[in-house]
């Protein structure tokens, strides 16, 4: 069977329209993916940009805040003094295995990170060093005289709990700095390993109160400790107010 010139070239012709538009289809595809993709690296090195910025303003606050700030400056630098360190072991690792009885981690770990008592242990009561920062004023009278705690053996034994020097020494040897939630008092008094007699009494605010070695304060009490020898009132009148200033 012979087929006419007339309908091989027609059918000629067809194959060459489907290979243009096939052709037309693979390039608008190509076209379509490089617009796409175009399109994603724009949107990635937007996002980078918008990051690397905000980071950038981010760091550019903190060091302007912290210019401003010396306190804060100060309490970044913060870390568990020797005493600390002895009392974070005995509370986090009582097996003394070199891990955190509540936690599993290297008890180092949990101690470089700021804290005395794991904050995994659902009966921690001290905060991480760093979450508190309140003031006190303290009067402390044995056989009638007040304890001048303005002398280098009672600074800073205690990160969490401490007294701290001051060019005004009466304020010196009476304001307390608690630099973290939940701190008990007898946390100062054994790193400044302050031993009381018998019969002592403590008072906050002017109402005695039962348990002074576990009472938290609360920021600008004023709490006196006394043994009971002489006059109440003119011990409760000498308690400073220092504390505000801080």
């Given at each position: 069977m012979i087929i006419p010139e007339e309908k091989i070239q027609d059918k000629n012709e067809v194959m060459e329209n489907k290979e243009v538009v096939s052709t037309v289809k693979d390039n608008?595809?190509?076209?379509?993916?490089?617009?796409?993709?175009?399109?994603?690296?724009?949107?990635i090195v937007a996002i980078s940009a918008l990051f690397y910025a905000s980071k950038s303003l981010f760091l550019a606050q903190k060091i302007t805040g912290a210019a401003s700030n010396p306190m804060a400056g100060r309490m970044s630098r913060m870390s568990l003094t020797p005493f600390d360190i002895e009392l974070a072991k005995q509370f986090m690792d009582k097996d003394n295995d070199g891990k955190c009885d509540a936690c599993g981690m290297p008890v180092e770990q949990c101690i470089d990170s700021g804290q005395m008592q794991c904050n995994m242990d659902?009966?921690?009561?001290?905060?991480?060093?760093?979450?508190?920062?309140i003031h006190a004023d303290i009067k402390v009278y044995v056989n009638g005289n007040t304890i001048n705690f303005a002398n280098e053996k009672y600074y800073m034994k205690s990160s969490f709990l401490h007294l701290d020097d001051n060019l005004n020494k009466e304020d010196a040897s009476s304001v307390l700095h608690m630099h973290a939630t939940g701190v008990p008092l007898w946390i100062l008094f054994d790193s400044i390993e302050l031993e009381f007699p018998q019969g002592i009494r403590a008072y906050v605010n002017g109402k005695e109160i039962s348990d002074y070695r576990n009472y938290v304060f609360n920021d600008l009490d004023k709490i006196l400790i006394t043994d009971g020898n002489g006059s109440l009132e003119q011990q409760l009148n000498s308690i400073t107010d220092f504390a505000k200033d801080h």
């Open positions: 608008k595809s190509m076209a379509d993916k490089l617009i796409t993709g175009f399109i994603i690296f724009v949107f659902s009966k921690s009561t001290i905060g991480i060093l760093g979450s508190e920062h």
